[in-house]
């Protein structure tokens, strides 16, 4: 093969690569952004309650925005629950979090308008925007551990069942027991698609920075 002709095929090759390194992360941002509108109607969440008196369990599912119990329209299991833990002294559950649920989905659409921006916008630190995506499942999680540690450590010492409930932490992924309660705590459908979204983000960053360092060698 003449040096000409692999010349060539050197410089396609490269103009190819190049291609793909620009236009590979946009479309990975993009699908991080449906990604994340997607999981603003699924639960981020779930806790099931299982005891002798309840069989078939209480279920809490937790939204970015609220939570529910599950499909039976037979019981209101946020507010069951709210009721058997005002025994033990703990806070009502429609109090945690509310802030963080009053501004949950502007902050998602933010986020995924912060892609949309950084997928077309190649400025040296419009990256940035990305970021809040990039980190958003750690962020529930931390904010999820921080309200169960806030209601399991201040339990009110004059509710009915004070002396045999001491404070706690409750699980947030796996077993636990409180009192005569198991607990099975689980992360859901929503915060793996959030996750999910955040693996996009950083696989695109990291290809637009390799990307970047090719062009700036050349």
Same mark, same amino acid.
């Given at each position: 093969?003449?040096?000409? +002709? @692999?010349?060539?095929?050197?410089?396609?090759?490269?103009?190819?690569?190049?291609?793909?390194?620009?236009?590979?992360?946009?479309? @990975?941002?993009?699908?991080?952004?449906?990604?994340?509108?997607?999981?603003?109607?699924?639960?981020?969440?779930? =806790?099931?309650?299982?005891?002798?008196?309840?069989?078939?369990?209480?279920?809490?599912?937790?939204?970015?925005?609220?939570?529910? !119990?599950?499909?039976?329209?037979?019981?209101?299991?946020?507010?069951?629950?709210? !009721?058997?833990?005002?025994?033990?002294?703990? +806070?009502? =559950?429609?109090?945690?979090?509310?802030?963080?649920?009053?501004?949950?989905?502007?902050?998602?659409?933010?986020?995924?308008?912060? =892609?949309?921006?950084?997928? &077309?916008?190649?400025?040296?630190?419009?990256?940035?925007?990305?970021?809040?995506?990039?980190?958003?499942?750690? /962020? &529930?999680?931390?904010?999820?551990?921080?309200?169960?540690?806030?209601?399991?450590?201040? =339990?009110?010492?004059?509710?009915?069942?004070?002396?045999?409930?001491?404070?706690?932490?409750?699980?947030?992924? !796996?077993?636990?027991?409180? !009192?005569? &309660? +198991?607990?099975?705590?689980?992360?859901?459908?929503?915060?793996?698609?959030?996750?999910?979204?955040? /693996? @996009?983000?950083?696989?695109?960053?990291?290809?637009?920075?390799?990307?970047?360092?090719?062009?700036?060698?050349?």
């Amino acid at each position: 093969m003449s040096q000409t +002709k @692999l010349t060539a095929q050197q410089t396609a090759t490269t103009s190819s690569t190049r291609r793909w390194l620009t236009w590979l992360p946009p479309v @990975l941002l993009i699908v991080a952004a449906v990604l994340l509108i997607a999981s603003i109607p699924l639960p981020y969440w779930g =806790l099931v309650l299982e005891a002798p008196q309840y069989p078939e369990g209480l279920e809490v599912r937790v939204f970015v925005n609220e939570m529910t !119990g599950d499909d039976d329209p037979q019981i209101d299991e946020v507010q069951e629950i709210t !009721g058997l833990n005002h025994y033990i002294g703990m +806070k009502p =559950l429609a109090e945690a979090a509310t802030f963080e649920r009053s501004i949950a989905i502007p902050g998602v659409i933010a986020m995924v308008i912060a =892609l949309g921006i950084v997928a &077309f916008v190649r400025r040296r630190w419009v990256w940035l925007l990305a970021l809040p995506a990039a980190v958003f499942p750690l /962020v &529930f999680l931390g904010d999820l551990a921080y309200w169960l540690n806030d209601y399991g450590q201040n =339990l009110d010492p004059y509710a009915p069942l004070s002396s045999a409930i001491h404070p706690f932490t409750p699980t947030i992924i !796996g077993e636990g027991i409180i !009192g005569q &309660f +198991k607990t099975v705590a689980y992360v859901n459908t929503g915060w793996y698609l959030a996750v999910a979204a955040a /693996v @996009l983000v950083i696989v695109a960053l990291l290809i637009r920075r390799v990307g970047g360092r090719a062009t700036a060698g050349e």
